[in-house]
Nanobody
């Protein structure tokens, strides 16, 4: 089992940047594939980015490609989402998520909400125009 806690959200102007962090409890963080999702008011929770358990594979939704970067530091039990060139359409609560991934699936990625078992409480990102 793993517990997740996001941080780093806030209010920024269009074109600004934020670095979101997600710390995980436990000593088996490297067993988990990680993802970032976001949910705007009145909308469904959507996939943003994913990273494999070994950090060697990443995937992004089209709207953030070239602007967002997901990374992880297994020694610090932390996954990051660097968000650049933000625009008002990026305004949402951002959630990190985790799921165990088998050793033979070190490069596997998961992009669906239903793929993930563990979720953080979310961090608000607001981009003003």
């Amino acid at each position: 089992q793993v517990q997740l806690a996001e941080s780093g959200g806030g209010l920024v102007q269009t074109g600004g940047s934020l670095r979101l962090s997600c710390g995980a409890s436990g000593r088996t963080f490297s067993r988990y594939a990680m993802g970032w999702f976001r949910q705007a008011p009145g909308k469904e929770r959507d996939f943003v980015a994913a990273i494999s358990r070994n950090g060697g594979s990443t995937n992004y939704t089209d709207s953030v490609k070239g602007r967002f970067t997901i990374s992880r530091d297994n020694a610090k039990n932390t996954v990051y989402l660097q968000t650049n060139n933000l625009n008002p359409e990026d305004t949402a609560v951002y959630y990190c998520a985790a799921r165990e991934s088998p050793p033979y699936g070190g490069s596997w990625l998961y992009t669906l909400v239903s793929d993930y078992r563990y979720w953080g409480q979310g961090t608000q990102v607001t981009v003003s125009s």
